[in-house]
């Protein structure tokens, strides 16, 4: 079966991806005044354009981690700047009670041990491939029934203007069940 999916909750910028990224009034390029947050950012960069996402979601139903059931298999080509969702995931902001940890960098893995997402406490695992690529692995352990997301991105070009303007018609999302 397959569906037309106009927005999920989901990982980096996966979120990212279902909201029309700001453009000035004037139809000008604006021009990018870094703020402190940015300066103090010290995760990965991406180039903006036209990104294919592959999102699952999986829950395990045996203690051994062996049986997995997917619950969710989504795709979405929309026009992002990743780095921008990025930014928002390295935040350490508190939600609720629960506070992130900062990310540790191995090689081009970014690890955070806990972070707090919309599924809850989390592990994140974010593997950089190139500034055109990346995966990330969001895990719950805690619970009955432990969750796997995964996300796999990938740049496949460049937006055209009429795509920018009007994000519905360069956005397609569809969900596989």
């Known amino acids: 079966m397959l569906l037309t999916m106009m927005a999920v909750a989901g990982p980096s910028a996966w979120a990212h991806a279902q909201t029309p990224s700001a453009r000035p009034q004037s ?105 055109e690529a990346y995966t990330e692995l969001n895990e719950v352990t805690a619970g009955e029934h432990p969750k796997s997301d995964f996300v796999v991105a990938t740049r496949i070009g460049d937006c055209d203007d009429g795509a920018a303007e009007n994000p519905g018609k360069s956005a397609t999302s569809h969900s596989h069940h």
């Not at 929309?78 to 995931?89: E, G, I, L, S, Y």
């Not at 893995?109 to 994140?124: E, I, L, N, P």
């Open 27 to 131: 139809g000008q390029q604006a021009i990018a005044q870094p703020s402190q947050n940015d300066q103090s950012f010290s995760g990965p960069s991406f180039r903006k354009g036209l990104w294919h996402f592959v999102r699952t979601l999986d829950v395990v139903q045996s203690p051994d981690r062996s049986a997995k059931h997917r619950i969710m298999d989504r795709e979405m080509t929309r026009c992002v700047d990743p780095t921008q969702a990025m930014k928002a995931t390295f935040s350490s902001e508190a939600v609720g009670t629960c506070v992130s940890d900062k990310p540790k960098k191995v090689g081009n893995k970014y690890t955070f041990g806990h972070r707090c997402d919309y599924m809850g406490a989390v592990s994140t695992v974010i593997t950089v491939r190139s500034d």
